[in-house]
C-alpha cells in the first residue's frame, strides 16, 4: 500500500490557470507538508499543517494555498499559476515530530 | 538563519567507501536526516541523527556528527551502483512543527 500518495503525478498547464495537486496519507500521521523542489533539485518547504496550527513559509506568494478537508488529506491549491512556479511538489506526512514521509511528486510544468 | 550545505556532486568507484559531507547553522537543531533520492521519485529516509549522538550505524551507512563544528557526514560502505542518487540532509530545529531545512543535495554517482 502506498503511504503518502500524490496526483496527478504530472500537470502540464497554461500561465494565469488555478490548479489543485492533491495528497493523500494512509499512516494516521498528523502533520502533513508540502515541499517545492526546483529545477536544481532544491527543496524548500512551503507549509506545514496539523489540526492545530497551519505553518506557511513567508516566501510562499499567497497564490499557494493548503487545504485539508480532513486529517489524511491535504491539498495545494495554486490560483495564476507563473511560469516560475514550474517544479516538483513534493507532500509528506509525519506523525509529530517523528520523520517525515515523502510523496513521489507531482511534476508541474506552467507554458 | 538557517542554512545547510552540501559539495553537489560525489563519485566513487563501484566497492568504494563514499562519504558525503554537510554543515549547517542552526545549533538548536535537535534532529538531522539523510534521505536518498533516486531518478524521478520522491525523498526515501535513510536515517537520522539526535544531536547528542555523535556517530550511528546502521548496516553500510554510518552517520557522523561534530556537534561543535555542526559538521555532519554519511559514509556509505562497499558502494554499489544502486546506491546512484542524490543524497538530501536535513536539519530539524526547535520548534512545535517540523520544518526539515534541506542541503542543496550531492548528486552521488557510483561508477563501475
Known amino acids: 500500500d502506498t503511504a503518502v500518495s500524490q496526483t496527478p503525478k504530472y500537470l502540464v498547464t497554461q500561465m494565469g490557470n488555478d490548479k489543485s495537486i492533491k495528497c493523500e496519507q494512509n499512516?494516521?500521521?498528523?502533520?502533513m507538508y508540502w515541499y517545492k523542489q526546483d529545477s536544481k533539485k532544491f527543496l524548500k518547504i512551503m507549509f506545514s499543517y496539523n489540526n492545530k496550527e497551519l505553518i506557511i513559509n513567508e516566501t510562499v506568494p499567497n497564490r499557494f494555498s493548503p487545504k485539508s478537508p480532513d486529517k489524511a488529506h491535504l491539498n495545494l491549491h495554486i490560483n495564476s499559476l507563473e511560469l516560475g512556479d514550474s517544479a516538483v511538489y513534493f507532500c509528506?506526512?509525519?506523525?509529530?515530530?517523528?520523520?517525515?514521509?515523502f510523496g513521489p511528486g507531482t511534476r508541474l510544468t506552467v507554458t | 538563519g538557517e542554512d545547510v550545505e552540501q559539495s553537489l556532486f560525489l563519485s566513487v568507484r563501484e566497492g568504494d567507501s563514499s562519504v558525503i559531507n554537510c554543515t549547517y547553522t542552526d545549533s538548536s537543531s535537535t534532529y538531522l536526516y539523510w534521505y536518498k533520492q533516486e531518478p524521478g521519485a520522491g525523498l526515501q529516509l535513510l536515517t537520522y541523527i539526535f544531536s547528542n549522538m555523535d556517530m550511528k550505524q546502521d548496516q553500510r551507512l554510518t552517520v557522523l556528527l561534530n556537534k561543535k563544528d555542526k559538521h555532519l557526514s554519511l559514509r556509505i560502505a562497499d558502494t554499489q551502483t544502486g546506491d546512484s542518487a542524490i543524497y538530501f540532509c536535513?536539519?530539524?530545529?526547535?520548534?512545535?512543527?517540523?520544518?526539515?531545512?534541506f542541503g542543496s543535495g550531492t548528486q552521488l554517482t557510483v561508477l563501475p
Open positions: 536535513a536539519e530539524s530545529p526547535q520548534g512545535s512543527a517540523r520544518q526539515l531545512t
Open positions: 499512516l494516521g500521521h498528523d502533520t
Open positions: 509528506a506526512s509525519s506523525q509529530a515530530r517523528d520523520e517525515q514521509y
